[in-house]
């Protein structure tokens, strides 16, 4: 697979993937008919069961995701990535659910984790413009950009690692690591991403 990144910033890795144009294309048409569709959008809503203080999050569907060879896009970068690390195979790799999250201008999502053995996070959208920060010169800009935390700082240890977004770019990362979105502020344009749940069965 080509474009496959192991990345240790701290504890647990994490893998630097990209996303096929065709199936960022698929996906944004997807969402968009969904953007569209009134009754889908409160059928598929997942808004109440999800921490995000975002505009629209909701799942999507088993069809389209079949359709794409969503979950065999994410099986067979896990387990390289298990390969790399742990010498394992992978048995089984059940897919939980998946999700769009659709963010605009000061929306977020607070610090949180995810249930099952691996999560993920990729980009459909970026807004052009994530806007700047008090003291611009002198600090870091998180706006619109995931955060990936892990423990507490130690000597020659960080204990977080930011991200920017990228369309096509896609993290994948234990359930358990902590991870924030911060909000945005430069334009009115759609940061939109996509994100999973899965279980793993291994063979030793």
Known sequence: MENFEVIKPFGPSIVKIKMPNQMIDEMNSYVDSIINDEEKSKKLDEGSRLIGKVKQEFLMEYDFMKKIKWAEFLASSVSRWVAEESNKKIKHFELIKSWIVR????????????????????????????????????????????????????????????????????????????????????????????SFNAKLDFIN
């Not at 990936?148 to 096509?168: A, F, H, R």
């Open 103 to 194: 963010q605009f201008k000061n929306d977020y999502n607070p610090v949180h984790w995810h249930s099952g053995h691996i999560s993920g996070a990729g980009y459909l959208k970026v807004p052009s413009d994530l806007g700047k920060t008090t003291q611009a010169d002198k600090k870091t800009n998180e706006n619109g950009k995931l955060q990936l935390i892990y423990g507490s700082p130690n000597l020659l240890s960080k204990s977080t690692y930011l991200i920017k977004p990228e369309v096509g770019d896609f993290y994948l990362f234990p359930n358990y690591l902590m991870h924030a979105v911060y909000p945005f502020s430069g334009t009115d344009e759609e940061r939109r991403s996509v």
